[in-house]
């Protein structure tokens, strides 16, 4: 079964300092994009950023950035000068084997942002 | 002006029910999807069309009937609503099979009573 690992249930982090949340995945697509998505206590999933496998350069969006390893199959999301709205459930997502436009989802992680 | 909208947001209902949750996007993307969204926020994909195509149908009971009356509508009908049914229902799209990301619908939170 196609999975999405992430290690991490619940981590807190200190408002502007930075946090890091962690990923692997297994799919064994040619082309393909990973991508974190946020979800705050509103429900709403929101694409935070989308990394494509084939680029070598990290993505960033703003405070965001990943760190992306293709591999070790890792990609982590990095929160800098992390803010009281980044309070949220962050899931990692990588494409099904075979069936790209499927999205398989991690577990999630809670990142709490303490003032 | 909202990318897309699932309705309702809210619902309550008996067991034994027959219920629909709508949803629309205007984005012209081709393929949409159903996830469901259980109590400890796991997200599993239940359905997904493109052009109104069914291209990946997961192991759902078959209470649960997706339609798409066209690539801007799916719509997804369950029919006697079971107390484990309760869950946030997505609905999503996206551009096109090969993925760039979906984009979400508010979610549905149904609750069965």
């Known amino acids: 079964a196609q999975t999405v690992t992430q290690s991490q249930p619940e981590m807190s982090v200190q408002e502007a300092e930075t946090v890091t949340l962690s990923c692997t995945y297994d799919?064994?697509?040619?082309?393909?994009?990973l991508f974190w998505y946020k979800q705050p206590p509103s429900r709403q999933m929101i694409l935070v950023i989308r990394?494509?496998?084939?680029?070598?350069q990290n993505a960033t969006e703003n405070r965001f950035s990943v760190n992306f390893q293709k591999a070790a199959k890792s990609f982590s999301l990095k929160i800098s000068d992390s803010q009281l709205g980044d309070t949220a459930m962050y899931f990692c997502?990588?494409?099904?084997?075979?069936?790209?436009?499927?999205?398989?989802f991690g577990k999630g992680i809670t990142l709490s942002v303490r003032p | 002006d909202t990318a897309v909208s699932q309705t309702p947001k809210y619902l309550v209902t008996q067991m034994g029910n027959d219920k629909s949750i709508k949803c629309e996007q205007n984005l012209g993307h081709d393929t949409m999807y159903w996830y469901k969204q259980d109590s400890k926020k796991f997200l599993k994909i239940m359905f997904s069309?493109?052009?109104?195509?069914?291209?990946i149908n997961e192991t759902v009971p078959n209470r649960f009937s997706p339609k798409s009356p066209d690539k801007a509508h799916l719509n997804l009908h369950i029919n006697s609503l079971e107390l484990g049914d309760s869950a946030v229902y997505f609905c999503?799209?996206?551009?096109?099979?090969?993925?760039?990301?979906?984009?979400f619908g508010s979610g549905t939170r149904l609750t069965v009573v």
């Open positions: 069309y493109n052009n109104k195509e069914l291209i």
């Open positions: 990394q494509e496998a084939y680029k070598q």
């Open positions: 799919t064994s697509e040619n082309n393909y994009y």
């Open positions: 999503a799209s996206s551009r096109s099979r090969t993925n760039y990301g979906y984009t």
């Open positions: 997502a990588s494409p099904h084997t075979g069936a790209n436009s499927k999205l398989t």
